[in-house]
T-cell receptor, first 111, second 113 residues
Framework: NAGVTQTPKFRILKIGQSMTLQCTQD?????MYWYRQDPGMGLKLIYY???????DKGEVPNGYNVSRSTTEDFPLRLELAAPSQTSVYFC??????????FGPGTRLLVL | GESVGLHLPTLSVQEGDNSIINCAYS??????FIWYKQESGKGPQFIID?????DKRQGQRVTVLLNKTVKHLSLQIAATQPGDSAVYFC????????????FGSGTQLTVLP
């Protein structure tokens, strides 16, 4: 039981490049979330999903897209990377929408 | 508790002492609160939670206090240990928001030998 896994652990992108951050969970949780954490700050919600096929925007969705075709996977897409997207990205899951369990994070640097 | 800008509030305690970390939350509709611990380079780890119909909840070495009148939350850690050194975040949420969490900006706890 791996819980929540995220890949890659670290990535450097050039401005304008695109990439997909992967998040996979084996807990059979319906709710999944993507957060970003800037240095010295708390986490801010980007997108979330309450089940396969259902996604919705969080507090800071601009510049990102998500999809949820299966219960297990919730990838986050950056289409045109910008320096402002330099951050650490965390995926989280929850069973009934309460306690959230976080992955180890993906550190992204946009130059 | 809360901070402005990029500077985390810090708390330094001697090993074995009790720690109290404070947090002011913003939404009077919030009905569920969680404390997370985040060690360097890792994701947040659940510590303890409390619902709005309670004012105190105890776990192993940790206690959370909730004061809805002033929208204040605190985390008490008894007999603080070196392994407790981390950043601590409070988070709030309410039913109907798909349990979206709103995080405070965190407090850096350092345990001195």
């Amino acid at each position: 039981n791996a819980g929540v896994t995220q890949t890659p652990k670290f990535r450097i992108l050039k401005i304008g490049q695109s990439m997909t951050l992967q998040c996979t969970q084996d807990m059979n949780h319906n709710y999944m979330y993507w957060y970003r954490q800037d240095p010295g700050m708390g986490l801010k919600l980007i997108y979330y999903s309450v089940g396969a096929g259902i996604t919705d925007k969080g507090e800071v969705p601009n510049g990102y897209n998500v999809s949820r075709s299966t219960t297990e996977d919730f990838p986050l897409r950056l289409e045109l990377a910008a320096p402002s997207q330099t951050s650490v990205y965390f995926c989280a899951t929850s069973e009934g929408g309460e306690t959230q369990y976080f992955g180890p994070g993906t550190r992204l640097l946009v130059l | 508790g809360e901070s402005v800008g990029l500077h985390l509030p810090t708390l330094s305690v001697q090993e074995g002492d009790n720690s109290i970390i404070n947090c002011a939350y913003s939404n009077s509709a919030s009905d569920y609160f969680i404390w997370y611990k985040q060690e360097s380079g890792k994701g947040p780890q659940f510590i303890i939670d409390i619902r709005s119909n309670m004012d105190k909840r105890q776990g192993q070495r940790v206690t959370v206090l909730l004061n809805k009148t002033v929208k204040h939350l605190s985390l008490q850690i008894a007999a603080t240990q070196p392994g407790d050194s981390a950043v601590y975040f409070c988070a709030e949420t309410f039913l109907g928001s798909a349990r979206q969490l709103t995080f405070g900006s965190g407090t850096q706890l350092t345990v001195l030998p």
